[in-house]
């Protein structure tokens, strides 16, 4: 396998929401190619697209009705060609995004599977249910409360869908859909793309005979199709088939384990050159549940970041890093503080992540610091079907109609998808569209946009530029192993990079709190009278500080404060020792 991209960065484009040429209010191709040069200017090595191929857009694009063909609202095949060649030029390369775990309902293989034509419905999961108007199974849906399954009256069967049901799961089983896949694969490498993102790729491998779950309610099925039987040998197959290893792909991993992560990323298995996983953006999930809030759980967060790094480095997998995407809300108005200490909590989050092993991902605006929705202030101002169906579930439960948005305004995946904010004119939508944008802008563009930063050297822009060059400059962030420090601070993200090689010794030390509040290192853990101190695992002096070399901060006078044991609110900064 490629290994290449241990330095790269990866940009990801909601091309819906990016940039907008044709005035009809939803972002496009040729958008992204006129934008190219701004991504060349952040550093970026490749660009994973979101689905732009035909379909009925019941997910925005994650129900792709055929796999060949470009939608008319992105665009065309010109167009992609066109951005290509221009990436090409540019030395970017595309990732392209495969929806395999299941197909629209209007595909043709599900068209004809309801006409009743066997070949096609062997594509898919068709089966008699248990008795009148009960499912063949206990299956949960996993966007919305209800079955998994849907009836189809006509042929008295019904069908799988983990996910909408207009987006019916693909019979992985089936060797003739394996094919189909691959043949998807070699057209677009064809076509020159650089690599791949696999969407939710771990729930593809069911378990024979699709037996009942005991899980609690809500959850059934999940443990039997997460990381499913036969999962890792579609992947190898998959990969080697179509040559795809050579190539930078990564697959979006749902509720998967680490187990499974490290063997999807191991070079020599040929699956995958790394993996998403999502754990650590659930210490904010109360009891787990998505659509209940609070306030994140530092501890928690800090201890799977950690065990995540170490033992993929142990097992020899590879992470992508990302705190961001089109499902997630802003990470700043998160784990972050979009009030005050916007500026410094977006520094922050973006220095400890990009300074961990693995390759980083930057969701569009995230570079700026764009944040959560702050004018939603009813269910019509959201688009996104999860939203919709949680919002009608939560007043269900008995919420106000006030509680139930404060919680889809915390939770919506709608809060990721606002229009990227390029300039200050709320009237021009912040640069986005001339028409009217397919989702309303967030009303904070006059403050939080491309123009105002990109020649700022101070400004969130420029620091995730310096992220990614540091990256490339330093051998020690992309290769070296990762040591906790700190690990008890309940405000205090910290570690060091420590890369020994014939070169001799690299070290950083990387340290984040997490806080709005002062934090205070302890005489125990930090001895600044210049002998030697004991924190996390390994020994650092942090005298050292003094004379080692500052590589970025997000305060003015940095090296001074931590060398006082203070950190200001949100403060971060990382050091060459
Ligand atoms: C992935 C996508 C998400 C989509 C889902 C179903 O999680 O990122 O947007 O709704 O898969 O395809």
Same mark, same amino acid.
């Given at each position: 396998?490629?290994?290449?991209?241990?330095?790269?960065?990866?940009?990801?484009?909601?091309?819906?929401?990016?940039?907008?040429?044709?005035?009809?209010?939803?972002?496009?191709?040729?958008?992204?190619?006129?934008?190219?040069?701004?991504?060349?200017?952040?550093?970026?090595?490749?660009?994973?697209?979101?689905?732009?191929?035909?379909?009925?857009?019941?997910?925005?694009?994650?129900?792709?009705?055929?796999?060949?063909?470009?939608?008319?609202?992105?665009?065309?095949?010109?167009?992609?060609?066109?951005?290509?060649?221009?990436?090409?030029?540019?030395?970017?390369?595309?990732?392209?995004?495969?929806?395999?775990?299941?197909?629209?309902?209007?595909?043709?293989?599900?068209?004809?599977?309801?006409?009743?034509?066997?070949?096609?419905?062997?594509?898919?999961?068709?089966?008699?249910?248990?008795?009148?108007?009960?499912?063949?199974?206990?299956?949960?849906?996993?966007?919305?409360? *209800?079955?998994? %399954? $849907?009836?189809? #009256?006509?042929?008295?069967?019904?069908?799988?869908? =983990?996910?909408?049901?207009? @987006?019916?799961?693909?019979?992985?089983?089936?060797?003739?859909?394996?094919?189909?896949?691959?043949?998807?694969?070699?057209?677009?490498?064809?076509?020159?793309?650089?690599?791949?993102?696999?969407?939710?790729?771990?729930?593809?491998?069911?378990?024979?005979?699709?037996?009942?779950?005991?899980?609690?309610?809500?959850?059934?099925?999940?443990?039997?199709?997460?990381?499913?039987?036969?999962?890792?040998?579609?992947?190898?197959?998959?990969?080697?088939?179509?040559?795809?290893?050579?190539?930078?792909?990564?697959?979006?991993?749902?509720?998967?384990?680490?187990?499974?992560?490290?063997?999807?990323?191991?070079?020599?298995?040929?699956?995958?050159?790394?993996?998403?996983?999502?754990?650590?953006?659930?210490?904010?999930?109360?009891? *787990?549940?998505? %659509? $209940?809030?609070? #306030?994140?759980?530092?501890?928690?967060?800090?201890? =799977?970041?950690?065990?995540? @790094?170490?033992?993929?480095?142990?097992?020899?997998?590879?992470?992508?890093?990302?705190?961001?995407?089109?499902?997630?809300?802003?990470?700043?108005?998160?784990?972050?503080?979009?009030?005050?200490?916007?500026?410094?909590?977006?520094?922050?989050?973006?220095?400890?992540?990009?300074?961990?092993?693995?390759?980083?991902?930057?969701?569009?605006?995230?570079?700026?610091?764009?944040?959560?929705?702050?004018?939603?202030?009813?269910?019509?101002?959201?688009?996104?079907?999860?939203?919709?169906?949680?919002?009608?579930?939560?007043?269900?439960?008995?919420?106000?109609?006030?509680?139930?948005?404060?919680?889809?305004?915390?939770?919506?995946?709608?809060?990721?998808?606002?229009?990227?904010?390029?300039?200050?004119?709320?009237?021009?939508? *912040?640069?986005?569209?001339?028409?009217? #944008?397919?989702?309303?802008?967030?009303?904070?563009?006059?403050?939080?946009?491309?123009?105002?930063?990109?020649?700022?050297?101070?400004?969130?822009?420029?620091?995730?530029?310096?992220?990614?060059?540091?990256?490339?400059?330093?051998?020690?962030?992309?290769?070296?192993?990762?040591?906790?420090?700190?690990?008890?601070?309940?405000?205090?993200?910290?570690?060091?990079?420590?890369?020994?090689?014939?070169?001799?010794?690299?070290?950083?030390?990387?340290?984040?709190?997490?806080?709005?509040?002062?934090?205070?290192?302890?005489?125990?853990?930090?001895?600044?009278?210049?002998?030697?101190?004991?924190?996390?695992?390994?020994?650092?002096?942090?005298?050292?500080?003094?004379?080692?070399?500052?590589?970025?901060?997000?305060?003015?006078?940095?090296?001074?404060?931590?060398?006082?044991?203070?950190?200001?609110?949100?403060?971060?900064?990382?050091?060459?020792?």
């Amino acid at each position: 396998m490629n290994t290449d991209f241990h330095k790269s960065t990866v940009y990801q484009i909601y091309p819906r929401s990016f940039q907008d040429t044709s005035g009809n209010g939803t972002g496009d191709l040729k958008g992204i190619t006129r934008k190219l040069d701004y991504l060349k200017g952040i550093g970026v090595d490749y660009l994973w697209i979101t689905p732009f191929f035909v379909s009925p857009q019941v997910d925005n694009g994650y129900d792709v009705a055929d796999y060949y063909r470009i939608d008319p609202l992105f665009g065309t095949m010109e167009d992609l060609e066109e951005l290509i060649a221009e990436a090409d030029r540019y030395e970017i390369g595309l990732m392209l995004d495969m929806v395999f775990n299941h197909t629209s309902d209007e595909h043709e293989w599900f068209q004809k599977a309801l006409a009743g034509e066997k070949k096609y419905m062997d594509f898919y999961y068709f089966r008699r249910g248990k008795g009148p108007g009960v499912p063949p199974n206990n299956w949960d849906n996993r966007v919305a409360p *209800g079955s998994a %399954w $849907e009836y189809v #009256p006509h042929l008295d069967l019904w069908y799988l869908h =983990l996910y909408d049901r207009k @987006q019916p799961d693909l019979n992985w089983e089936n060797p003739l859909v394996r094919e189909e896949l691959k043949k998807v694969v070699r057209f677009w490498v064809e076509k020159g793309v650089k690599g791949f993102r696999f969407d939710v790729v771990n729930l593809v491998s069911k378990p024979e005979g699709l037996p009942d779950d005991n899980a609690e309610e809500g959850m059934n099925g999940k443990q039997l199709y997460t990381d499913g039987p036969k999962i890792h040998e579609f992947l190898h197959e998959l990969t080697a088939d179509t040559g795809i290893a050579s190539l930078v792909t990564v697959g979006e991993m749902a509720s998967t384990g680490l187990s499974h992560c490290i063997r999807y990323s191991k070079p020599e298995n040929e699956e995958l050159s790394m993996t998403f996983s999502f754990h650590h953006l659930k210490t904010d999930y109360k009891d *787990g549940k998505k %659509w $209940e809030v609070m #306030p994140n759980d530092f501890m928690a967060l800090k201890k =799977l970041l950690f065990t995540w @790094q170490q033992e993929m480095k142990r097992g020899g997998g590879w992470n992508a890093l990302f705190w961001c995407n089109h499902d997630q809300p802003r990470i700043v108005s998160r784990y972050g503080d979009d009030g005050k200490y916007w500026k410094e909590s977006a520094k922050m989050l973006g220095l400890a992540i990009h300074m961990l092993r693995g390759t980083p991902y930057i969701y569009q605006g995230e570079e700026i610091g764009m944040t959560n929705v702050k004018n939603y202030d009813c269910i019509q101002d959201f688009n996104d079907t999860e939203t919709q169906d949680n919002y009608k579930a939560l007043l269900k439960q008995g919420k106000s109609p006030e509680e139930a948005l404060r919680i889809i305004c915390a939770r919506s995946r709608d809060n990721g998808r606002t229009p990227m904010q390029w300039t200050a004119d709320p009237k021009a939508n *912040g640069g986005f569209t001339d028409g009217t #944008p397919w989702l309303k802008c967030n009303s904070n563009v006059a403050d939080i946009n491309v123009e105002s930063q990109i020649n700022d050297p101070d400004s969130i822009y420029s620091f995730y530029k310096k992220l990614v060059s540091l990256r490339k400059e330093q051998e020690v962030i992309a290769e070296g192993d990762v040591i906790p420090c700190l690990e008890n601070h309940p405000q205090i993200f910290a570690y060091q990079r420590v890369l020994k090689n014939a070169e001799g010794e690299q070290k950083i030390l990387v340290i984040c709190n997490f806080t709005g509040k002062e934090a205070v290192i302890g005489k125990e853990e930090l001895n600044f009278a210049g002998e030697e101190a004991v924190i996390g695992k390994e020994e650092l002096n942090f005298a050292d500080i003094e004379d080692s070399r500052l590589l970025i901060s997000n305060y003015k006078d940095t090296s001074v404060q931590i060398r006082n044991g203070r950190l200001r609110p949100f403060e971060a900064a990382a050091y060459q020792i």
